[in-house]
């Protein structure tokens, strides 16, 4: 079961917020968080997604279905936004503080950018999440993530067609 809430609006933008059961069955979620999304970035920000998604729903919370994933996200101009929370206890993600990328929001979180040079020092999943995105933050203990994707970045047109 998926369910949907309207969230208040946040610096005068719309967030919608879904949560559902800790599930592998991830493709009802993937199609309504991609719904507004540009057809042609599809392929590559599912697959984002779905490695964030599990991440969360298989290490996050050890797919127990009394968890819940909880996923807010928002259009603001060219940007798409997720913020995927879990139940879990957390974890040290691989990051190193970055130094160099211009913070992209308003607010005094830090910005991560991965360490790993490939992804056996990380794991699949880490290692696609900080090759689709462009923008990517854990909060302190590990439980959530905020990914964003700039779908007008003229730097390079999408990696997966």
Request: charged share 20%; aromatic share 12%.
């Amino acid at each position: 079961m998926v369910a949907i809430s309207l969230r208040p609006r946040q610096i005068s933008q719309n967030w919608v917020t879904i949560s559902f059961a800790s599930t592998l069955y991830l493709c009802p979620i993937l199609d309504l968080l991609l719904a507004d999304v540009p057809k042609i970035w599809h392929p590559e920000l599912r697959l984002g997604l779905q490695e964030a998604l599990v991440n969360a729903t298989k290490h996050g919370n050890n797919l127990d279905p009394n968890k819940r994933v909880f996923v807010r996200f928002s259009i603001i101009k060219d940007y798409y936004w997720w913020v995927i929370s879990d139940q879990g206890p957390g974890f040290e993600p691989p990051y190193r503080a970055n130094q160099n990328q211009q913070q992209v929001t308003n607010d005094d979180s830090e910005q991560y950018t991965c360490c790993c040079d490939d992804e056996s020092d990380c794991g699949r999943g880490i290692f696609i999440i900080y090759q689709v995105f462009d923008y990517i933050e854990w909060n302190s203990k590990g439980t959530e993530l905020t990914l964003c994707k700039n779908v007008r970045n003229n730097s390079r047109l999408p990696l997966i067609r």
